[in-house]
């Protein structure tokens, strides 16, 4: 049986056409800065492409905050209504 283990965004490249794309560890995938919302960048020295470290989860490209998704989800969760988490937030 082959040993599976987890790998954490930054320590392997994401974009599919890159010649190291899911090789993990080969120290070609670097830090490059922060967005304005704070959200870690790298930058892959093979492809040049950058990704952020919340690229492939639910909470890439959203304009609220991860606390924010997560209360509605729980929310939905306990099947209340997303329009009393709104009249919450005015």
């Not at 040049?48 to 509605?72: D, N, Q």
């Amino acid at each position: 049986m082959e040993k599976q283990q987890i790998a954490t965004i930054g320590s392997f490249c994401l974009n599919e056409a890159c010649v190291d794309y899911q090789k993990i560890d080969l120290g070609n995938v670097v830090k490059c800065g922060k967005t304005d919302k704070g959200v870690q960048r790298y930058r892959c020295k093979t492809c040049k492409k950058s990704f952020t470290e919340t690229k492939g989860t639910m909470f890439y490209r959203c304009r609220h905050t991860e606390e924010e998704i997560a209360e509605c989800m729980a929310m939905i969760g306990d099947r209340n209504s997303l329009a009393l988490f709104i009249e919450l937030k005015e």
